[in-house]
């Protein structure tokens, strides 16, 4: 078991890290949308961020027990609320920099650079620190970790990229 196991997982509430990190996404979605003029980006960013990390999760499982190395469902699942929670904590405090950047320039391409700074920035934490979680024990498991990382990071920025040409001027 991993240190991270035995230590509390955050410097706050866990409820309310996982309140940031269904909050967050909407409040970057703000940004775009207050931008952008339309109201897409209010649900569409949080869809993306969570229905990508929905849809790819099992896999991650999955592949990983196909190695003979996976843990225990029940400790995979704490790790990926252990890695929401992260992934939270640090939009929490990403959004107000890059809200800020967003909203005072006139620049399109200003909103979506912090925007996807804010969200890529908070998605690389909350993946290092699931990483960190699961604690894979064989290297198998740890490129199939990375692989997987990879790959979930890539669909969610696609997806991303996609709704902000849709939207911005």
């Known amino acids: 078991m991993s240190l991270a196991a035995t230590e509390s997982p955050f410097p706050i509430p866990r409820g309310l890290a996982l309140a940031l990190a269904a909050i967050g996404p909407v409040a970057v979605g703000g940004v775009l949308a207050a931008k952008a003029g339309v109201a897409t980006p209010l649900a569409a960013t949080p869809a993306i961020a969570f229905g990508v990390l ?3 999760s099992p896999a991650l499982y999955i592949a990983i027990a196909a190695t003979g190395d996976a843990p225990p469902a029940g ?3 704490r790790a990926l609320i252990i890695g ?3 992934f939270g904590i640090a939009l929490a405090g990403l959004i107000m920099p890059a809200a800020f950047l967003s909203l005072s320039s ?3 391409v200003t909103t979506f650079a912090m925007t996807s700074l804010a969200l890529g920035g908070a998605a690389l934490l909350g993946v290092r620190r699931l990483a960190r979680e699961l604690d ?3 290297a198998a498991a740890s490129v199939i970790f990375v692989v997987w990382a990879f790959a ?3 669909i969610a920025g696609r997806l991303w990229w996609d709704l902000v040409q849709e939207v911005m001027p």
Do not use: C, D
């Open 75 to 77: 400790r995979v699942a």
């Open 106 to 108: 006139i620049s399109p």
């Open 54 to 56: 929905a849809a790819t």
């Open 152 to 154: 979930t990071l890539g």
């Open 84 to 86: 929401l929670g992260a």
């Open 136 to 138: 894979a024990r064989s």
